[in-house]
């Protein structure tokens, strides 16, 4: 069956009546913009290939919009919404709007960003429309959390969203793209318009798809690969030997633990790879261990 036979979805007059009962008026500081399109939810529904067997981890469900397809396309979705009030009512609508899924969803307090726990069988995909005020640490700390999350679509600040997908040596590659790098393959699944949110945004959205790769076989871990991009965009547009002196204690050592790498001092860290950044990490460590810089 397709999704309209099994829910009823949300559009904008039923959005706007939700939120005129509960007295909700959406926040910047939440990230609150909710779509209300048919075409759109469905979309993403597609685009993000759901099996009958899959665990969605939605962040942001605020009155449901996507948690209904959703629900009608996956095995079981479990919603993180920070809003107390939205994390309250969504089961009422699901029972409401999909009473042969409602014993399918799963809703959680929490911030997303933070939370460490979710309840029943492991995510297998993520989708979800992510809070534009946090959608990296969101993303970084889920994937982190559940290695069991193979994949996800998710809609994102469109100018967030290009340096989430960025490569080394475009000019918006930063800390965001070699940290998500560690855990996944990102790339953009297409535009969304303005027009589809309640309120209407000022930034321009995209979907961004991810499938989730193997780290890098060394021998040291995420958080010292991560401290090195850390130091490497400290100080953007610097060198290697300049960017990392702090994190290697001065200039000199930075060079040697760069050439043992097998890098250039000269490089910048907008150049580099994920893969370098650890092959960095690892001749730090290195080099402790035989009592170098």
Known sequence: MTAPEQVRLLGPAEIRQLADRLELRPTKKLGQN???DHGTVRRITALAGLRPDDVVLEVGPGFGSLTLPLLAAAGRVVAVEMDPVLAAE????????????ADRLEVVTADAA???ELPGPPPTVMVANLPYNATVPV???ILARWPSLQRGLVMVQAEVGERMCAGPGSRVYGVSSAKLAWFARLKLAGPVPRSVFWPVPGVDSVLVAFTRVDPPAIQVSREEVFAVIDAAFGQ????LRAALAGWAGSAAAAEQVIRRAGLDPGARGEQLSVAEFARLAEARGNSRTIGEP
Do not use: D, I, M, S
């Not at 969504?90 to 899924?101: D, E, F, H, I, S």
């Not at 953007?236 to 060198?239: G, I, Q, S, W």
């Open 236 to 239: 953007r547009r610097k060198t």
């Open 139 to 141: 993303l970084l700390n």
């Open 90 to 101: 969504l089961p009422v609508t699901v029972a409401a709007r999909a009473p042969g899924r």
């Open 114 to 116: 933070q939370v460490g």
């Open 34 to 36: 909710f779509v209300h």
